[in-house]
C-alpha cells in the first residue's frame, strides 16, 4: 500500500496557482461550478460515482443532523456538494408502527470539541444525544420529495437513509411489513421527482447499536448484514433500489469488521448482495457522558485509524484472491477534515467521501471569512496548498503518475487504478 510523505511535493508553478486561489477565494465565493474551474485550471477531472451513479464531484454530507431540514439541503446544493445523504427516517408498516422507534429521538443538543487519538493525534468529534428522524413518517416523505428537487436543479444526487427493523438476539422474526411499505413509499417519492427508473438507499447500522443490547451477539450482527439487502430489495422490482449499507464499528476486535465485510460480499441471502458499502460509522464508547447520558458515538482520529486499518486489510485480500464475489464500491466516512485524509480513503479505493462533523467546526478553523459554512469547508479542503485534495492528487501526478495519456487526472480512473495496485 502506498506510503504518502507527511507533506505534498509539488512543483512552483502548481503551488503559486493554488496559493493564489487560496488567497482569492478566501474573499470571494467559489465559482459556480468549481469542478469545471478545477479541470481547466489545475487538469484534474473530480468526477466520479457514489452507488454506481455519476455525481460531479466527490464530497458528500453524511447522513445526521445537518441533513435533516430543506434550508440544509439548499446551502449544500448551492455551495456544489456532490451529494447529499438525508437524515435517517425510521421504518413503519402501513399502520404507523415502528419497532425501532426508540432511534426517533430529536437531537436536543449538540457539542463539538477536540479529541486526541490514541496516536496523540488531534482531531475532532461531535456529542448528541439524538439518533433518527423524530417527525412523522409523511412528514419526512414531504421533506424528501423538497429534497429531491433542490438536488435536481443544482445536479446534487440526493439519497434518503432508512432505519429498519432488526430483530434483538433472542428475537427470529423479522418485520417485513416495515420493509415493505417504507422502501415503496420512499421509492413512490422519488419516481415522482427524479426520470431514473433506480433509486439509491442507504441502509444505517447506527453506531448506538454497537453498544446496544442488539449487538450483544457476533452472529445475530452477521444475521443482519445477510439478510437485509434481500429484504430491501425484495419489496421492489428487480433494479429499482441500489442498497448501500452503512457498516457501523462494532464493539469487538478489528478482525471482525472484516468478517463483517466478508459476509456482506459473499454470504448475502440467496446471493441478494448490496450494490455499495459506506465504511464506516462513528466508534462507540460505553464509558463516555454527555448531558446526563453515559454510553454515546464518538468520531475523531481512532475512528479513521481503525477505518483505514481495515480497509486496508480488505484491499489485501481482494488482492490475494479471497473473495467469492468483487468487493462493492465504497463509500468512505469517518474524520474527514483534510485533503490528505480523503486521499487516504481513497487509496484504500473509496470512490466518494461522506462528511459530517467538519461542516460543524467552530467558523475560526476555516480561512474563508465568507459564505456558508459548507462552502468554508469545501474551500479548505480543496484550495489549502499545505494539505487541500487538489495539492495532494497533484503530488501523485507528478510522483506517481496519476494521469491519462492526456495529462488529466481523472478521479475515477485512479479509484480503479488503486484498487489493481493494491499489495
Known amino acids: 500500500m502506498l506510503t504518502l510523505p507527511e507533506r505534498p511535493e509539488v512543483d512552483q508553478?502548481?503551488?503559486?496557482?493554488?496559493?493564489?486561489?487560496?488567497?482569492?477565494?478566501?474573499?470571494?465565493?467559489?465559482?459556480?461550478?468549481?469542478?469545471?474551474?478545477?479541470?481547466e485550471r489545475y487538469r484534474i477531472d473530480l468526477t466520479t460515482r457514489y452507488g454506481g451513479k455519476v455525481i460531479k464531484n466527490p464530497f458528500g454530507k453524511a447522513s445526521g443532523q445537518l441533513s435533516h431540514q430543506l434550508h440544509q439541503v439548499k446551502a449544500d446544493a448551492v455551495a456544489g456538494l456532490g451529494f447529499?445523504?438525508?437524515?435517517?427516517?425510521?421504518?413503519?408498516?402501513?399502520?404507523?408502527?415502528?419497532?425501532m422507534k426508540a432511534w426517533a429521538i430529536p437531537?436536543?443538543?449538540?457539542?463539538?470539541?477536540?479529541?486526541?487519538?490514541?496516536?496523540?493525534?488531534?482531531?475532532?468529534?461531535?456529542?448528541?444525544?439524538g439518533r433518527g428522524w423524530s417527525g412523522t413518517f409523511e412528514e419526512y416523505l414531504r421533506f424528501m420529495e423538497r429534497s429531491l428537487a433542490v438536488g435536481r436543479e443544482h445536479n446534487m444526487l440526493v439519497v434518503p437513509s432508512v432505519k429498519y427493523h432488526l430483530p434483538a438476539p433472542d428475537e427470529t422474526t423479522w418485520r417485513v411489513d416495515e420493509y415493505a411499505y417504507t422502501t415503496q413509499e420512499l421509492y413512490r417519492i422519488w419516481r415522482q421527482q427524479c426520470d431514473d427508473p433506480q433509486m439509491p438507499l442507504e441502509k444505517d447500522f447506527s453506531p448506538t447499536l454497537a453498544g446496544s443490547d442488539l449487538a450483544a451477539q457476533k452472529g445475530k450482527i452477521l444475521e443482519w448484514l445477510r439478510k437485509t439487502p434481500k429484504l430491501i430489495k425484495s419489496q421492489l422490482p428487480p433494479g429499482a433500489v441500489s442498497v448501500g449499507i452503512k457498516v457501523f464499528n462494532a464493539m469487538f476486535e478489528d478482525e471482525f469488521q472484516l468478517t463483517m465485510l466478508q459476509t456482506l460480499i459473499d454470504e448475502a441471502e440467496d446471493g441478494v448482495r448490496a450494490d455499495y458499502l459506506i465504511y464506516a460509522n462513528r466508534l462507540f464508547d460505553p464509558q463516555r457522558e454527555f448531558d446526563g447520558q453515559v454510553g454515546i458515538a464518538y468520531g475523531g482520529p481512532d475512528l479513521s485509524a481503525r477505518n483505514l486499518k481495515v480497509l486496508r486489510w480488505l484491499r489485501e485480500r481482494e488482492q490475494a484472491g479471497a473473495f467469492q464475489n468483487p468487493v462493492p464500491p465504497i463509500s468512505a466516512t469517518g474524520d474527514i477534515g483534510t485533503g490528505k485524509m480523503a486521499l487516504r480513503y481513497l487509496l484504500c479505493g473509496c470512490e466518494n467521501f461522506q462528511m459530517h462533523t467538519l461542516f460543524q467546526l467552530p467558523r475560526q478553523c476555516f480561512p474563508k471569512k465568507n459564505g456558508s459554512r459548507i462552502e468554508k469547508a469545501l474551500h479548505k479542503l480543496l484550495f489549502d496548498p499545505e494539505d487541500g485534495f487538489l495539492v495532494w492528487l497533484i503530488h501523485g501526478r507528478m510522483h506517481y503518475g496519476w494521469a491519462d495519456n492526456d495529462g488529466i487526472t481523472r478521479l475515477q480512473g485512479l479509484t480503479r487504478r488503486v484498487e489493481r495496485s493494491v499489495g
Open 84 to 99: 447529499c445523504v438525508l437524515k435517517t427516517v425510521i421504518a413503519q408498516d402501513a399502520g404507523g408502527s415502528q419497532s
Open 13 to 39: 508553478k502548481a503551488l503559486a496557482l493554488l496559493c493564489d486561489d487560496f488567497e482569492k477565494f478566501r474573499r470571494e465565493p467559489l465559482p459556480q461550478s468549481w469542478e469545471t474551474y478545477v479541470l
Open 107 to 129: 437531537v436536543t443538543r449538540m457539542q463539538v470539541e477536540p479529541i486526541q487519538g490514541k496516536d496523540g493525534t488531534w482531531g475532532w468529534t461531535v456529542s448528541w444525544k
